[in-house]
């Protein structure tokens, strides 16, 4: 073979007929369907490319400029063999808008009728039969690329595929308000929690709770009953297989489970969507969570949910009808009137579940309660940073003393929680409002949780130095229940946990919320159902589907909204549903299909406990730095910590 090379460049002739027979092919190749293919991958690779960087990207791959400083290109060649071009762009586009990406409806034209035109909006939607069998087979074909769980072993069908649906608001901008509805599989285990494992059932612009929505999720319920009682034979590349389909699971942050469970607001006397708790009975420190009839608070029976919604509908027939000669009510008083009546029923159901007993189903997103959570254990440790703070004698931040507490717990957050945004944001919020008057608000993410969880002692460290009283015990109490946040934190979120860790993470839940029962003035929403559901929801979770509660998680969801808001940019606003839904299609079927852009979802391995709290003898568990040679941090050994721990353990059943 050697030879032979050797003897091509040797031959002028020869070196001249190569790239003549070369060229054949190459005009060949250019024209194929595999350069299309490879065009389009390219074009879709980590997201979407757009027109202009196309254009850019075909330029810079087929030619150079002319020497000599002229603005002229030519052809890129490696011994007179030029490489091969993609597919430029307007043909590539003619080719993707061709593809057969399934039958789209109209929100516009099926889901607005009746409607008055400023009501009317733009979206499109796929039939959910359609979309499962699609994917359905997708899966199955590309079984080498997926671990498909068989949560069922069912010996009636080859597969039973269970559903997560979900939507949320998806916005492009502050002033674009969009909504999306996503499907995902729960058989492929941890690929959930990607976005390219999330695909679009239904987007448009509006409002997640607008009419067309409304009536969306209405036919959705409906084709769920008839989908869920099918068995279909599905022809794949593999085989033929029998399969069914069940709706396990509704991945929505509280706000959207409220909206389909048609119940009033989480600011409601029953504020949830789980289980008959109210603001009354909240603070119940030896109440419990349970189907039994000794159980102090019990999840809602949807025969309990109906007989409400039809009471509240008789309800707002006739006593709210005006009387003869009388005033009509105002809107507000009608609304107070309304909601008193619910709670009077011990509930909080207002009309009939969206969703029909699908909302049985629903078990709480770790994601939202997780960030819930660490904001409201922010927002405590900066009130007590602001304690001692005399608002008449300032009227910014940078006027505050360098030993000013809050001055400290901002560079700690910039410097050792590396939570530089929230700092900015404390910042901004002390200078409108002197830190009295209205609460800090900040939505954390992820990962500000994360970061926030892995280096709460250092805020801790900052507040209670130096103090002692009042002030010390309270920062002691917050870092226990930072602590036991963190730890709740990382066994919820989990897709792989034991029996043991879902008995240790009832015993962390019991105890966060006793402690927030004996030291806080009110114990928040969002504490009880930590203290209570998360524990019963991952006991579920765990006895049907051998996996943590991490499986609901909304990350995933989430990523796909940023996803959703890049394809968008790449679309014209007047059709821009459908052009996101031939990109989604696109890049995550057709492509994967021929091989291009296949993901492999790998398994998270941020943890939120630090490997130097458990592999480093300088680092207490909490966090904290300690001496070598002590078993625990000062904090962890302290009297005040030992206080806490024998109050909240000593009244348990």
């Not at 939202?368 to 922010?378: F, G, I, V």
């Amino acid at each position: 073979m050697n030879a032979i090379v050797d003897g091509i460049k040797k031959s002028k002739n020869l070196k001249k007929a190569l790239p003549i027979v070369y060229r054949a092919s190459l005009d060949h190749y250019e024209k194929s369907p595999k350069n299309m293919e490879r065009t389009i991958a390219s074009y879709y690779s980590n997201g979407i490319m757009g027109k202009k960087k196309h254009k850019a990207n075909y330029r810079s791959t087929s030619y150079e400029l002319c020497p000599g400083g002229s603005n002229k290109h030519k052809r890129i060649t490696i011994e007179n063999c030029p490489v091969p071009r993609l597919v430029p762009y307007h043909r590539m586009r003619h080719f993707i808008n061709s593809i057969d990406i399934g039958e789209l409806h109209s929100v516009y034209d099926t889901l607005c009728h009746g409607l008055q035109e400023e009501e009317k909006v733009n979206g499109c939607y796929r039939d959910l039969e359609q979309l499962l069998l699609r994917l359905a087979k997708f899966y199955i074909s590309n079984h080498n690329l997926y671990n498909i769980l068989d949560f069922d072993h069912s010996s009636d069908v080859d597969c039973t595929f269970r559903i997560a649906l979900g939507g949320d608001g998806a916005p492009f901008s502050k002033e674009d308000t969009a909504c999306a509805w996503l499907v995902s599989f729960l058989n492929i285990g941890s690929g959930v929690l990607s976005s390219t494992e999330n695909y679009l059932l239904f987007g448009a612009n509006c409002s997640e709770s607008c009419q067309p929505v409304t009536r969306f999720i209405e036919k959705l319920a409906s084709d769920v009953g008839r989908i869920e009682k099918t068995i279909y034979h599905l022809t794949c590349s593999n085989g033929t297989y029998k399969v069914k389909f069940i709706i396990s699971e509704l991945p929505n942050d509280m706000k959207m489970l409220a909206y389909l469970g048609g119940e009033l607001s989480n600011s409601a006397t029953f504020f949830s969507t789980f289980g008959n708790v109210s603001l009354n009975t909240v603070k119940a420190v030896h109440g419990t969570f349970g189907t039994e009839s000794s159980n102090t608070w019990h999840p809602w029976k949807y025969e309990h949910r109906i007989k409400v919604a039809n009471a509240v509908e008789k309800f707002k027939k006739t006593v709210l009808k005006p009387k003869p000669g009388g005033q009509p009510l105002a809107e507000s008083t009608k609304r107070s009137k309304i909601t008193s009546f619910i709670s009077q029923q011990k509930s909080r159901q207002e009309f009939v579940p969206l969703v029909g007993k699908i909302i049985d189903k629903a078990h709480v997103d770790p994601l939202h309660l997780k960030n819930n959570a660490c904001a409201l254990a922010h927002r405590e440790l900066l009130s007590i940073a602001c304690i001692d703070i005399a608002v008449t004698s300032v009227s910014s931040f940078l006027q505050l003393p360098h030993s000013c507490a809050l001055v400290k717990f901002v560079s700690t957050l910039r410097s050792k929680c590396d939570l530089g945004r929230l700092a900015k944001k404390v910042v901004k919020w002390f200078n409108e409002t002197k830190g009295v008057g209205k609460a800090f608000e900040y939505r954390f993410t992820g990962q500000d949780s994360r970061r926030f969880l892995q280096s709460f002692m250092y805020l801790v460290d900052v507040l209670e130095t130096g103090n002692s009283g009042t002030k010390q015990k309270k920062c002691h109490v917050q870092a226990f229940i930072c602590l036991c946040l963190r730890d709740i934190v990382s066994l919820f979120s989990r897709l792989t946990i034991s029996d043991e860790e879902v008995s240790r993470l009832k015993q962390l839940c019991n105890d966060y919320f006793r402690v927030n029962c004996f030291y806080q003035p009110s114990v928040n929403p969002t504490v009880w159902t930590i203290g209570h559901i998360v524990p019963a929801h991952t006991a579920d979770m765990k006895q049907k589907y051998g996996m943590g509660l991490g499986l609901n998680s909304m990350e995933g969801r989430e990523a796909k909204h940023i996803s959703i808001a890049t394809y968008s940019r790449n679309t014209s606003y007047n059709n821009r549903w459908k052009q996101i839904f031939v990109h989604e299609y696109v890049s995550l079927i057709w492509l994967r299909e021929r091989g291009f852009n296949v993901c492999t979802t790998k398994a998270k391995t941020q943890a939120y406990i630090p490997k130097h709290c458990l592999l480093n003898d300088k680092f207490c568990y909490c966090g904290f730095e300690k001496c070598v040679s002590d078993a625990e941090c000062r904090f962890c050994s302290h009297s005040l910590r030992r206080e806490i721990k024998v109050r909240i353990h000593s009244h348990q059943h």
